[in-house]
């Protein structure tokens, strides 16, 4: 079946520092990926996606980097703050209309000043 | 632009009650899903909407029902509510994929918080 998972249940980092979060994914068929920020007690918030006829994404401080060779996903954040803590999820999602997100588990990034 | 509101924040209910969470979105998106969220888990697809008047079952639509009778609201109904339901409920809105031929980002709300005794 179909299963998102990440490498890492947690990830602590020093202010300034570069993160890099990891995910598998194991549908060699999805063709659309998201990563999600999840505050405590707030939805998940989009940060970035990717297609995959695209390996590599930029948004504002952050890098999506897509290896379909290897189903791989992985979310990098440049000078990480510690507004960036919080739970990160990767998702995916296949090419049909309405088919919905497969979530991985998690990340908890904690960013120390 | 609110976004993805949904109602109530909290509740507690007792086992065998009823109750509808309501979901709505300003965007005027035409998908809307509905997930649960459990501790050391990612979200769980319930059920899904594909535009008004249509529903369809998700990964766990067991112990739910869905009604989408406009077009920025989507309804979760629990008929009989079970202690394995406790759980945080998200809902999500997005364009349709036809927009351009290509999946578009779901927009989650804050997620409603049901506890059931």
């Known amino acids: 079946g179909e299963s998102v998972g990440l490498h890492l249940p947690t990830l602590s980092v020093q202010e300034g520092d570069n993160s890099i979060i990891n995910c598998a994914y194991s549908n060699s068929a999805s063709d659309y990926f998201i990563w999600y920020k999840q505050e405590s007690g707030k939805g998940p918030q989009f940060i970035i996606d990717?297609?995959?006829?695209?390996d590599k994404r930029q948004g504002q401080r952050v890098t999506v980097l897509l290896n379909k060779t290897v189903k791989h996903l992985s979310l990098q954040i440049a000078a990480t703050q510690p507004g960036d803590s919080a739970v990160y999820f990767c998702?995916?999602?296949?090419?049909?209309?309405?088919?919905?997100?497969?979530f991985g588990k998690g990340t908890t990034l904690s960013v120390s000043s | 632009n609110a976004g993805v509101t949904q109602t109530p924040k909290f509740r507690v209910l007792k086992t065998g009650q009823s109750m509808t969470l309501l979901c709505a979105q300003d965007?005027?998106?035409?998908?809307m899903y509905w997930y649960r969220q459990d501790p050391g888990m990612g979200l769980r697809l319930i059920h899904y909407s594909v535009g008004e008047g249509t529903t369809a079952k998700g990964e766990v639509p067991d112990g739910y029902n869905v009604s989408r009778l406009k077009k920025q609201n989507f309804l979760l109904g629990l008929e009989s509510a079970a202690p394995s339901q406790t759980s945080v409920y998200f809902c999500?809105?997005?364009?349709?994929?036809?927009?351009?031929?290509?999946?578009?980002?779901?927009?989650f709300g804050d997620g409603t918080r049901l506890s059931i005794l």
């Open positions: 990717i297609r995959s006829n695209m």
């Open positions: 998702a995916e999602k296949g090419y049909q209309a309405g088919t919905a997100l497969i």
């Open positions: 999500a809105s997005s364009y349709s994929t036809d927009r351009d031929r290509y999946n578009q980002p779901q927009h």
């Open positions: 965007m005027n998106h035409e998908y």
